[in-house]
């Protein structure tokens, strides 16, 4: 609950880890994530385009830390955390 993110449907507000999971799609089974150094790079990145088009939320991990969290925390209510940039994530 600590832990909020911005996320590609989210705007201006940040949300957390459960509110993610509360509006995840019907049969979706990860949270989808991707890193960068601002929500400017990875919210124009070429990774989430196919999630975009699926409907599928994405966190944006900008700060420094998301990264090594996201590697301790590896899921969330039983849902695996996913970077967006490595497999084919959602297909």
């Known amino acids: 609950e600590l832990l909020r993110f911005h996320t590609s449907k989210s705007g201006d507000e940040q949300i957390s880890l459960k509110e993610y999971v509360d509006r995840m799609k019907e049969g979706q089974n990860d949270i989808f994530y991707i890193t960068g150094e ?4 990875v919210s124009s990145s070429p990774f989430l385009e196919n999630l975009r088009k699926k409907g599928l939320e994405v966190l944006y991990m900008v700060d420094p830390v998301d990264e090594y969290a996201v590697q301790q925390l590896k899921e969330f209510d039983g849902k695996k955390l996913k970077p967006t940039t490595k497999g084919r994530p959602g297909l």
């Not at 601002?38 to 790079?41: G, V």
């Open 38 to 41: 601002s929500i400017t790079a």
